[in-house]
Each structure stands twice: as structure tokens, then as C-alpha cells.
């Protein structure tokens, strides 16, 4: 008999990763706030609960993926969650990106009620869940991680077992850091080019064949030269990230230096309007501040 697997949380990421889950043989039933995103995963073979009860009432593995740290809370430990009503024993893997203390914390309350946690965020974007090649980092106790394999290897590429409960988020906190750090160049960069006017395009070919070259470049470049601004992922859940990077930077006594400054970008972005848009809308930003279109 299939592996039954309960999916809670069917936006951007979530559909097509419990898509792929289906096509891997597990039975899937996935329950997510609005219905209607629920539509995908049951024309791709799977099942829509109108609760978290009713997804989880039979799973063997619940996953979740859902934006944040008080919405994982919600999910799992809040009244009529995944903690109140799934089967003692279940895998929980939780793909979202929150923070490590929370994660951490969640893996103590579950565990004191007899279920099994990992911390699973994973990196590559829109485009890594469309096409299963998601980098997953998994915090989390080592037989867990076992377990959770058939899961991982249908929805990821590069998964690593990075440490005790907590780590993936941790590993996925720096991640963030990258990307932003990288995004904001990669803006200026387009900004400075522009103003020269080059062509733009030919010079990110050149620049991604050289050191300059990055998997940002690769998946992000077309959209910004061309601006292109619909979510891939959203500001707002970037905003979330460098919050969660500074702030456990913070409490390491680690200077971030470059993280604040494209943090508080980042802020800006949020606080003008943009927290729907892609991340790559720093480039907007920029433009706003060398008094270019808006
Ligand atoms: P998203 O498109 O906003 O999807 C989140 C989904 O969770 C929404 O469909 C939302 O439903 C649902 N949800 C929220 N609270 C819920 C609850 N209490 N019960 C059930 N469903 C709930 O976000 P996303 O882009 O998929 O991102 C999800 C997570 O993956 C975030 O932590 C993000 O940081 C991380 N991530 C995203 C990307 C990316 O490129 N997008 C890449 C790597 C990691 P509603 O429709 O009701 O809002």
C-alpha cells in the first residue's frame, strides 16, 4: 500500500512539490487556508481535506510548507494541528523557512508528544520545486532523516544532513543572506550597465560564464533586464529571512555587515508597496534611488 503523506500548504512551493510526491506513488491529500489552491494537487492524482484533521487523520508523513515562523506554530501546535490530531509516531518534515530557535523549540513539544520533527527548508527557488532539484538542508535526528528519504529525494537534488533540530534553518538563514547579497549586486550591476548602455543582455552571458557567474544570475537575470516582477518569491518572504539572519546573527555576536545593509533594503522595498512582487524588485529600488523610472 502507498505511503500516505499529508501536505499542508499549497502555494508557490508546496503545489508542485506534493505534485511530484504524487507522481513518486504517495497517496497525497493536502489541505491548505484558501481551497482553492488545492485544485493542482487533485487534478495531479492527489486529495483536498478541508482541515488539517482531516489530511493528517491517516498519514504516515505530514509535510509542511507554509510562510512562517507563527504559521508553522499554528500548523503544528496550535488547537485542532497536527500535534492535536495525527497519529503519535508520524513523520513531520517542515520544509517552511522560520527560525532556528522556533524550529527548535517545535522539535521539543513534539517529541514530548511522541512525533518525530525535521527541520527541512530548502533553496532553489520556484524553479527548483517545478523541476524536483531543490537543495534541502535537514536538521534533525539521524533515523529521522532515514525515514524521510523517499520524501526528500522526490522533491530535491542536494540534501544534507547538516545537524540536530534547529540546523536546517540555521544553514537556510545563510542561504538568504547570499541570495540577498547577491540579488542587490546583481541590481546594481544592471543599473550601471543600463547607464552605460551596453548590451545588457550579452553582458550577463559574458559575466555568468566568468566568476561573476551565479545560479541568481542564471534564474534571475532575463526577468530583471526584462522587468519582470511576479513571484518566484516574494519580497515580504525575503524580508521575513534577512529578520531571521540578523537577528540570530545578533544573538551569535556575528557582524553582518553587508546582510543589515541589504536587510534594510529589502525593509524599504516592503514598506513602498512592493511585498507581492519577486525579490528581484531590488532592482526597482535602485532605480528609485539613482532617480531612474520608479
Ligand atoms: P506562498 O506561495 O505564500 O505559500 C504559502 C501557502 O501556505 C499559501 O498557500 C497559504 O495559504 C498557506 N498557508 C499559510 N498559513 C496556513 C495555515 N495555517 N494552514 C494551511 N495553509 C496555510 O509561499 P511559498 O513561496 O510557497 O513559500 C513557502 C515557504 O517556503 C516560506 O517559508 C518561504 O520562505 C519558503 N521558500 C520559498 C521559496 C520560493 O522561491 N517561493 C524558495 C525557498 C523557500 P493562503 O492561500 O490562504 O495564503
Redesign the pocket.
Known sequence: MATRLAF???????TPMAEHLVRAGFDVTG????PA?TRRLVEAGGRAANSIEEAVADADIVCV????SP?VR??LAGTGGVFDTARPGTLVID???IRPDVSNELWHQAKAKGFRLLDA???G??AGAVNATLSIMVGGEVADVEAAQPVLQAVGKTIAHVGPPGSGQTVKAANQLIVAGHLELLAEAIVFLEAYGVDTRKAMTVLGGGLAGSAVLNQKSEAMLTRSFQP???VE?HHK?LGIVTSAAREAGVVIPLGALVAQLMASLKAQGNADDDHSALLKLLERLNGRRS
Do not use: A
Request: aromatic share 10%; proline share 6%.
Open positions: 499542508i500548504g499549497l502555494g508557490i512551493m508546496g489541505y491548505n487556508r484558501s489552491k510548507m507554509v510562510p512562517d504559521d499554528e500548523v520544509f517552511s523557512s527548508p530548502v533553496s527557488g520556484q518566484g518569491f516574494r518572504l529571512d
